[in-house]
C-alpha cells in the first residue's frame, strides 16, 4: 500500500471509529468548509457494489490491474466473496465557485469499506457527450488503523504520487491533503459534533446557486466603492448578494415545479438600506421595500427600485394580498409577526425570514430552556409560530458573512384554504397568549400607521406592539465620517507612541510600546470645532 502521510490520534480517543466515518462525511459532503475554492458538491445516493460493478465502473483495461489492486490491497477474494458486495459506492460533482472547466464535470467515484475502515477516492472528468477519463493520477485513499490495539492512525494512501495533478480546485496539492486536510479529519473524528442546524443551502440546488451567485457578485460588486452608509460595505453587499441569490434560485425552483411563468412578486418588510430589494427588482421581481427610516444610499438605486418610508404595525392596512412572497431580512421586532402577516394576506401569500435580533410579538424574546442556544431556542420560536400560522415550516442555512445564518421558509400551508377560519382561529389564540405572557396591553398604539382606514376596532390586531423610532440612536462613533475617526486615533497613536520615559512611556529598547495618558488630557490635540 503506498502509504504517503498518517498522522496519530490523541490517546484514549473514544469517538473511535464511529467519529472516522463522520469526519469522512464532512469531506465527503462539504468540501467548500476546507477548501475554499469550492461552492459545494452533488452527490448521487449510495449503493452497494463488488468487484463486478468496479470492472465497470473503470471500464479501462489498461487501468483496471493496478487501480483495482490499490483498491483491493490486503484483501484475498475469499474476503471479498464473504460479503457479495463489500463497498459502499457514490459519485459526487465537485462545484467550484468559478468554473474554470467549460462544459466539463469533475466528479468521484467514492467507495467506503466499512469493514477495512478505508475510503477510496476515484476521481474522473465527464464531457457534455457523457465521455469519461479516470484521472489515475489523483487516485487516494484515508485508511483508519488500530495498531497494536492501542493507538489509532489515520493514513494517507496515494496510487501515483509523481502523476499528481493539482489545480487547487477540484485537484487539491498532496502536501494540502497531507498538512491541511488530514489533521482536520482527525479533529473532526474527535470532537464528533453535530450541528444544531441543517447544512448550507440544503432546499436549493447548490451548481445553479454557484453559477448566479458569481453572475450576481460580478454585477453588484461597484456598489462596495461608492457605499455612502457607515456600515461595512463588503459586508452588506456581498451579504445581501448571497441572499438575493438564494431567493432567485428557490423562486426559480418554484416556477418550474408548478410550471409558472411570471416572476413572483415581493415586499421587503424592514428593508433597511434597500439593496435586496434594488437586486430582486433588476433581476425582474415586482416588488417594494418598506422600512420606518430612509437611508442615504436609497436615492441612488433610480425610480426602479421602489422604497417606502413608514412604520410597519401589523394590522389590515399591512396586509399584502396580492404579493407573492414576503420577505424578513433581520427584520428585528417585525420577524415573528411575519408569518402571521403572510398567513393573513392570501392563503397563497409565502414568507422567508431572516432572523438576527430576538424579538417576540411585543417585547424582547425571553429564554425559556438553557439546554439549547439562545439562537437555536429563538429560530424554533419563529417556526412554531410559522406552524401555527399555518405554514409547512422548513430550515436552511445560508452561505453569508454573519453569525445568523438560519433562514425559515413558508411555501405553503399546513391546512386546505376551506379550513382558513379555524387556521385563524388558531392564530388569534396564539398571538393572544404572548400578548399576556409580555404584559403588553390591548390598546392602540397611537402611531398614525396604526390604523385602518375604515378605523374597524379590530383593524389593529398588532396592539401594543411597539415598532423601532425613526430617528436612529447615535452610539459611540457610529454617525462620524471614517476619515475623521481615522485621523482622531492616528493622532492620538502618535502621541503615545512619541512619548518619552519622562513622560510615562516605556524604557523597552526591544519594541516601542508607547505611553499611558488621560482623556482630557488629549483635548488640546483638536481644534475646538471638533470638541463640540
Known amino acids: 500500500?503506498?502509504?504517503?502521510?498518517?498522522?496519530?490520534?490523541?490517546?484514549?480517543?473514544?469517538?473511535?471509529?464511529?467519529?472516522?466515518?463522520?469526519?469522512?462525511?464532512?469531506?465527503?459532503?462539504?468540501?467548500?468548509?476546507?477548501?475554499?475554492?469550492?461552492?459545494?458538491?452533488?452527490?448521487?445516493?449510495?449503493?452497494?457494489?463488488?468487484?463486478?460493478?468496479?470492472?465497470?465502473?473503470?471500464?479501462d483495461p489498461e487501468l483496471t490491474p493496478d487501480v483495482l489492486a490499490f483498491?483491493?490491497?490486503?484483501?484475498?477474494?475469499?474476503?471479498?466473496?464473504?460479503?457479495?458486495?463489500?463497498?459502499?459506492?457514490?459519485?459526487?460533482?465537485?462545484?467550484?465557485?468559478?468554473?474554470?472547466?467549460?462544459?466539463?464535470?469533475?466528479?468521484?467515484?467514492?467507495?467506503?469499506?466499512?469493514?477495512?475502515?478505508?475510503?477510496t477516492f476515484?476521481?474522473?472528468?465527464e464531457d457534455s457527450e457523457g465521455q469519461v477519463s479516470l484521472k489515475r493520477g489523483n487516485i487516494y485513499q484515508f485508511q483508519?488503523?488500530?495498531?497494536?490495539c492501542e493507538e489509532w492512525v489515520l493514513e494517507l494512501?496515494?496510487?501515483?504520487?509523481?502523476?499528481?495533478f493539482s489545480d487547487g480546485v477540484a485537484y487539491p496539492k498532496l502536501p494540502w491533503l497531507s498538512t491541511d486536510l488530514l489533521p482536520k479529519l482527525v479533529r473532526w473524528a474527535t470532537e464528533c459534533k453535530t450541528s444544531e442546524f441543517k447544512s448550507t443551502l440544503s432546499l436549493l440546488p447548490v451548481e445553479k446557486y454557484s453559477v448566479m451567485y458569481q453572475q450576481l457578485k460580478e454585477k453588484y460588486k461597484a456598489m462596495v466603492k461608492i457605499w455612502p452608509e457607515v456600515t461595512d460595505p463588503e459586508k452588506f453587499v456581498y451579504e445581501?448578494?448571497?441572499?438575493?441569490?438564494?431567493?432567485?434560485?428557490?423562486?426559480?425552483?418554484?416556477?418550474?415545479?408548478?410550471?409558472?411563468?411570471?416572476?413572483?412578486?415581493?415586499?421587503?418588510?424592514?428593508?433597511?438600506?434597500?439593496?435586496?430589494?434594488?437586486?430582486?427588482?433588476?433581476?425582474?421581481?415586482?416588488?417594494?421595500?418598506?422600512?420606518?427610516?430612509?437611508?442615504?444610499?436609497?436615492?441612488?438605486?433610480?425610480?426602479?427600485?421602489?422604497?417606502?418610508?413608514?412604520?410597519?404595525?401589523?394590522?389590515?392596512?399591512?396586509?399584502?394580498?396580492?404579493t407573492d412572497w414576503l420577505i424578513g431580512n433581520h427584520s428585528d421586532e417585525l420577524t415573528p409577526w411575519i408569518p402571521v402577516i403572510a398567513a393573513r394576506s392570501s392563503y397563497s401569500c409565502r414568507y422567508f425570514v431572516l432572523p438576527c435580533c430576538f424579538f417576540d410579538f411585543y417585547a424582547k424574546y425571553q429564554r425559556c430552556q438553557c439546554k439549547k442556544s439562545q439562537y437555536k431556542e429563538y429560530i424554533d420560536f419563529i417556526a412554531e409560530v410559522s406552524q401555527?400560522?399555518?405554514?409547512?415550516?422548513?430550515e436552511d442555512c445560508l452561505r453569508i458573512p454573519s453569525t445568523k445564518r438560519v433562514c425559515l421558509v413558508g411555501k405553503s400551508r399546513s391546512y386546505r384554504l376551506s379550513d382558513e377560519a379555524e387556521a385563524e382561529q388558531r392564530r388569534a389564540r396564539y398571538i393572544q397568549s404572548h400578548q399576556t405572557t409580555s404584559?403588553?396591553?390591548?390598546?392602540?398604539?397611537?402611531?398614525?400607521?396604526?390604523?385602518?382606514?375604515?378605523?374597524?376596532?379590530?383593524?389593529?390586531?398588532?396592539?401594543?406592539?411597539?415598532?423601532?423610532?425613526?430617528?436612529?440612536?447615535?452610539?459611540?462613533?457610529?454617525?462620524?465620517?471614517?476619515?475623521?475617526?481615522?485621523?482622531?486615533?492616528?493622532?492620538?497613536?502618535?502621541?503615545?507612541?512619541?512619548?518619552s520615559e519622562e513622560d510615562g512611556g516605556t524604557s523597552s529598547t526591544d519594541w516601542n510600546r508607547g505611553g499611558q495618558r488621560k482623556g482630557e488630557e488629549d483635548c488640546h490635540l483638536f481644534k475646538p470645532k471638533y470638541l463640540k
Open 1 to 59: 500500500m503506498p502509504k504517503l502521510f498518517d498522522i496519530k490520534f490523541p490517546g484514549e480517543c473514544k469517538t473511535l471509529p464511529e467519529g472516522f466515518w463522520s469526519a469522512v462525511d464532512v469531506w465527503i459532503k462539504k468540501p467548500h468548509v476546507v477548501n475554499k475554492r469550492l461552492c459545494g458538491i452533488k452527490e448521487t445516493e449510495s449503493k452497494d457494489v463488488g468487484r463486478e460493478a468496479l470492472l465497470f465502473l473503470l471500464d
Open 71 to 119: 483498491i483491493t490491497s490486503t484483501v484475498s477474494p475469499a474476503q471479498t466473496h464473504e460479503k457479495e458486495n463489500p463497498w459502499s459506492s457514490s459519485v459526487r460533482t465537485v462545484i467550484p465557485k468559478v468554473n474554470s472547466y467549460g462544459t466539463n464535470l469533475q466528479k468521484e467515484v467514492i467507495l467506503k469499506d466499512f469493514g477495512r475502515q478505508l475510503v
Open 122 to 125: 476515484l476521481p474522473f472528468e
Open 144 to 148: 483508519l488503523l488500530h495498531q497494536d
Open 157 to 164: 494512501h496515494v496510487l501515483a504520487a509523481d502523476a499528481w
Open 240 to 322: 445581501d448578494v448571497a441572499i438575493a441569490t438564494y431567493l432567485i434560485v428557490l423562486w426559480a425552483e418554484e416556477r418550474a415545479e408548478k410550471s409558472l411563468t411570471a416572476k413572483q412578486s415581493f415586499v421587503d418588510l424592514g428593508c433597511g438600506n434597500g439593496l435586496l430589494v434594488h437586486i430582486l427588482a433588476n433581476e425582474g421581481h415586482p416588488g417594494k421595500g418598506i422600512d420606518v427610516r430612509k437611508r442615504k444610499i436609497w436615492d441612488m438605486y433610480g425610480p426602479q427600485t421602489l422604497l417606502e418610508e413608514n412604520a410597519i404595525t401589523p394590522s389590515e392596512r399591512f396586509l399584502f394580498p396580492g
Open 388 to 394: 401555527v400560522s399555518g405554514f409547512n415550516t422548513e
Open 439 to 499: 404584559g403588553a396591553t390591548a390598546h392602540r398604539s397611537g402611531i398614525p400607521n396604526d390604523k385602518d382606514t375604515d378605523g374597524t376596532p379590530d383593524s389593529s390586531w398588532g396592539a401594543g406592539f411597539q415598532p423601532r423610532d425613526r430617528v436612529e440612536a447615535v452610539r459611540n462613533c457610529a454617525a462620524l465620517p471614517r476619515d475623521f475617526v481615522d485621523g482622531v486615533v492616528l493622532q492620538v497613536a502618535n502621541v503615545l507612541l512619541g512619548m
